[in-house]
């Protein structure tokens, strides 16, 4: 079956743009993840749906930054008045299972921003 | 919150010789330790992951060891091939919640 797809792949905004990427995770999956991973570091963890439900939203570094998973499948992380610091892959993972579960997060490829 | 740190940053071996990576994590709640592969332009992809109650866990030429009293993990990839060539992660789920704490990588290189 089809694995974690995010959309677009790339994405240039030039700076103050807001942007939106997509994250269609594996079907059935109850737990869906957003980590920024910039340039020759390991991700970092911005947020996590449990359904439709945000149970963790610790990681988005402003208020910038905004998530949704409104009907508990697709999600949209979207970024307002982008800076270049803001340029990194972003990366979804979903899980078959909810907290508390050992059960392996499988991620997509990745968003790569670049705000110029 | 949890911190993991990871050595070495790249690793440079002979096809066909054995890699070791390291990595320590901080806290002791931690009960869940994956190690990802991932490829340029990919997603990391699991290849091994290894729970608190276990020592150490083996599948084919990979193995990963857990000490829990000092804290640390390591990989172990034994006959090397150039297709291992990649950078690995290991990573630590805090016990609050599912959310993974990765370490800085590790860019595997294999000299055929």
């Known amino acids: 079956g089809a694995g974690v797809s995010q959309s677009p792949r790339y994405k240039v905004a030039k700076r103050g743009q807001d942007v939106a990427l997509r994250c269609d995770p594996i079907s059935g999956h109850v737990s869906l993840f957003w980590y920024q991973q910039a340039l020759g570091q390991g991700p970092e963890f911005l947020t996590y749906f449990q359904n439709e439900a945000q149970l963790d939203k610790s990681g988005l570094p402003s208020d910038r930054f905004f998530a949704e998973r409104p009907e508990g499948s697709v999600s949209t992380l979207k970024i307002q008045r982008t800076q270049q610091e803001d340029s990194a892959v972003y990366l979804c993972a979903s899980s078959m299972s909810g907290t508390g579960a050992y059960n392996e997060q499988f991620f997509g490829p990745g968003t790569r921003l670049t705000v110029l | 919150g949890e911190n993991v740190e990871q050595h070495p940053s790249t690793l440079s071996v002979q096809e066909g010789d054995s890699a070791v990576i390291k990595c320590t994590y901080s806290?002791?709640?931690?009960?869940?330790f994956p190690w990802y592969k991932q490829e340029l332009g990919k997603g990391p992809q699991l290849i091994i992951d290894i729970r608190s109650n276990v020592g150490e866990k083996k599948d084919q030429r990979i193995a990963v060891t857990l000490n829990k009293t000092a804290k640390h993990f390591s990989l172990h990839i034994t006959e090397t091939q150039p297709e291992d060539s990649a950078v690995y992660f290991c990573?630590?789920?805090?016990?609050?919640?599912?959310?993974?704490?990765f370490g800085g990588g590790t860019r595997l290189m294999v000299k055929p």
């Open positions: 806290d002791s709640a931690s009960n869940y």
């Open positions: 990573a630590a789920r805090y016990n609050a919640g599912n959310m993974l704490t």
